[in-house]
C-alpha cells in the first residue's frame, strides 16, 4: 500500500510564475490537508479537502492560492505569481476518515518551492 | 503564542541518555499527536492519544498528557543517533478540522 505521494520533490519557479503542486493521497483516503512550512517552524495549516469539496480553507492566503481535489485524480496546490516569500516545503496530508471523527494524518514526502 | 509550543527548542544529549520534550497546548482538544521529521524529509507519525488517556507507550516512547495543564511530554529512552530529529506535537482542537502543530524541539543525539 502505497502512501501519500506528491510531486514534484523539488520546484522552482522565477517571481510572477505559477507553481503547481500534486499530492495523492493513501489508497481508500478521501481526506487531504496541505500544510507549509517555513524554514525552522512547524507546519501551518492551509486547507481540507474532500473529493470535490473544499471544506476549511481558513489557512490559505486570499490571493494567489487555491486548491482542489477533484473525482478522479490527485488533490492540487496551485500558487499564481509566486513571490520569494512563498518559498516553503509544502506537505500533503490524507486520512481515511475526516476530521473531527478522523485520527492519524499520514503525511507525503513534501514538495520544497525555492522562488528565485 | 500559538496552540502547541514545545520545549525545550534544542536539545543536545548522549546517546543513551533519556530525551524528554513538552507540548502545551491553548483550547479543548480531542487528542494529541507525535510526529518527528528528519532533516530535509516529511514527517512520521510516533504516537497519538486521546484526551481521555493520561500515558501511553511505544517502544522506546512514552506519552504523557495533563488535560488540565493543557500539556504533553515526549520521552524517548535511551537514546541512540538516529533519534536526531525535529519532534512536533501535533493538536486537534475540538469541533474543528485542522491540526494546529507547534514549533518543534530539535533533538540532537551525539554518539
Known amino acids: 500500500n502505497a502512501g501519500v505521494m506528491q510531486n514534484p520533490r523539488h520546484l522552482v519557479r522565477r517571481r510572477g510564475q505559477e507553481a503547481r503542486l500534486r499530492c495523492s493521497p493513501m489508497k481508500g483516503h478521501s481526506h487531504v490537508y496541505w500544510y507549509r512550512q517555513l524554514p525552522e517552524e512547524g507546519l501551518k495549516f492551509m486547507v481540507y479537502?474532500?473529493?470535490?469539496?473544499?471544506?476549511?480553507e481558513s489557512g490559505m492566503p486570499k490571493e494567489r492560492f487555491s486548491a482542489e481535489f477533484p473525482k478522479e485524480g490527485p488533490s492540487i496546490l496551485r500558487i499564481q505569481q509566486v513571490v520569494r516569500g512563498d518559498s516553503a516545503a509544502y506537505f500533503c496530508?490524507?486520512?481515511?476518515?475526516?476530521?473531527?471523527?478522523?485520527?492519524?494524518?499520514?503525511f507525503g514526502p513534501g514538495t520544497r518551492l525555492l522562488v528565485l | 503564542s500559538q496552540q502547541g509550543e514545545e520545549d525545550p527548542q534544542a536539545l543536545s544529549i548522549q546517546e543513551g541518555e533519556n530525551a524528554t520534550m513538552n507540548c502545551s497546548y491553548k483550547t479543548s482538544i480531542n487528542n494529541l499527536q507525535w510526529y518527528r521529521q528528519n532533516s530535509g524529509r516529511g514527517l512520521v507519525h510516533l504516537i497519538l492519544?486521546?484526551?481521555?488517556?493520561r500515558e501511553k507507550h511505544s517502544g522506546r516512547l512514552r506519552v504523557t498528557l495533563d488535560t488540565s495543564k493543557k500539556s504533553s511530554s515526549l520521552l524517548i529512552t535511551a537514546s541512540r543517533a538516529a533519534d536526531t530529529a525535529s519532534y512536533f506535537c501535533?493538536?486537534?482542537?475540538?469541533?474543528?478540522?485542522?491540526?494546529?502543530f507547534g514549533t518543534g524541539t530539535r533533538l540532537k543525539v551525539l554518539a
Open positions: 496530508a490524507s486520512s481515511p476518515l475526516g476530521l473531527p471523527d478522523g485520527e492519524t494524518q499520514y
Open positions: 492519544i486521546r484526551s481521555n488517556e
Open positions: 479537502l474532500q473529493k470535490e469539496n473544499i471544506i476549511d
Open positions: 501535533a493538536t486537534v482542537t475540538s469541533g474543528t478540522y485542522k491540526y494546529i
